[in-house]
C-alpha cells in the first residue's frame, strides 16, 4: 500500500514575497487574536492560546505540528503549562509572507467549534 504523505508544500524552491505593511494593517483584522510583532529584527505574527491544562496545551502543539508539517512552515512556540504563544514569520523574506496568513488562519480554525 502507498503511504499517504502529509507534506502538501515545499517551499525550497518556491519564492515568497513579503506582505507590505499597508496591506498587513488591512489583512490583520481578518485573523482574530493575531497581532502584529515588529519589536524583532524581523516582523511577525504573533497569538497567544489559553488552554485548561497541559495535557490541552500540548494536544494544541501537537495538531499544530501537523499544519507546521503539510504546509513546509514552522511556527515558533513558546508552551507552558496551560498556554502557547505562536510566532509566525518567513525566513527567506526577513517578515511575513502569505504563507504566515494562511497558517495562522489554519491554525485558528483548528479551535472552531
Ligand atoms: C526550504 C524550507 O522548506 C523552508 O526554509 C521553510 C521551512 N519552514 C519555515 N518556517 C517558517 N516559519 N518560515 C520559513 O520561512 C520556513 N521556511
Redesign the pocket.
Known sequence: MTPTRLQQK???QLPRVAIAAHELRQQLPTLPGWELDEKRESAAITKTFAFANFYETMAFVNALALIAHQQ????DLEVSYGRCTVR?????VGGISATDMDCARRINALLAA
Open positions: 515545499d517551499w525550497s513546509d512552515h514552522h511556527p509566525l514569520n518567513t525566513h527567506d
